[in-house]
């Protein structure tokens, strides 16, 4: 059984659970008031320095106001992309441990699905369109695809380990886009009705991200962890 940590949650009471946390989409709305106070404060000042003061050089002023709104922007863009990331992530954790309390023995791996893998699961299950996040779960008899549907853990496909006949890697299409080629698994397996099938997908860097891992020492590792998870079963 695969011993190294997947960088996923387990199970289990969480340090300072007393403590309510703030949600991303609060800490957004409070600091998205906080810049228009801000904005509101330079132009009350701006309004109080012309009626005091007529005639006034206020072009440093502007400068500031300008600044101001520009900080202000970047900051609100970089929240909302933050916010968007947590969101994935708290998806992508929700799976984890959905998945965990039906094995919790499993190794996790945020995966993203390549033409190849997307083609095999509609084979098998036509309705759902498979989504750009998926998670594989390697356990000690068969490798299992994972989906978070409506908030409901799906299974997807289903490798037994005594049915793989080779693992390694292969640069193919990125799905999203066709004229880039990215470093993904490759699984040769036989089906239940021994007939022989491929199947791959690309890993992501972690949960929440839609990141590639490149080939390199990483994916060496995983291919090499999987083959002798293959030989072991």
């Given at each position: 059984m695969l011993q190294r940590p997947d960088g996923?949650?387990?199970?289990?009471?969480?340090?300072?659970?007393?403590?309510?946390?703030?949600?991303?989409?609060r800490r957004l709305s409070t600091l998205r008031w906080v810049v228009v106070g801000v904005w509101l404060a330079l132009l009350v000042a701006r309004i109080v320095v012309v009626?005091?003061?007529?005639?006034?050089?206020l072009s440093w002023y502007g400068i500031v106001e300008f600044?101001?709104?520009g900080l202000g922007v970047v900051v609100i863009v970089a929240a909302v992309v933050r916010t968007a990331v947590a969101r994935q992530r708290h998806a992508d954790e929700a799976l984890a441990l959905a998945i965990r309390r039906i094995d919790p023995t499993v190794w996790l791996v945020?995966?993203?699905?390549?033409?190849?893998l997307q083609?095999?699961?509609a084979e098998v299950r036509p309705e759902p369109r498979l989504?750009?996040?998926?998670?594989?779960?390697f356990g000690a008899t068969e490798a299992s695809l994972w989906e978070l549907d409506d908030r409901r853990a799906t299974r997807l496909?289903?490798?037994r380990w005594s049915r793989v006949v080779h693992v390694g890697l292969e640069d193919v299409p990125v799905a999203r886009d066709a004229a880039r080629r990215g470093c993904a698994v490759v699984i040769h397996y036989v089906r239940p009705d021994d007939r022989p099938a491929v199947t791959s997908f690309f890993v992501r860097t972690g949960p929440g991200s839609r990141r590639l891992v490149g080939r390199g020492p990483r994916l060496e590792r995983?291919?090499?962890?999987?083959?002798?998870?293959?030989i072991v079963a």
């Open positions: 996923v949650p387990r199970s289990g009471r969480a340090r300072g659970t007393g403590r309510r946390p703030t949600s991303p989409a009626a005091v003061v007529p005639g006034a050089d600044g101001a709104i945020p995966a993203a699905p390549t033409p190849e083609e095999a699961v989504g750009a996040r998926v998670t594989w779960a496909l289903v490798i995983l291919v090499a962890d999987l083959a002798r998870e293959r």
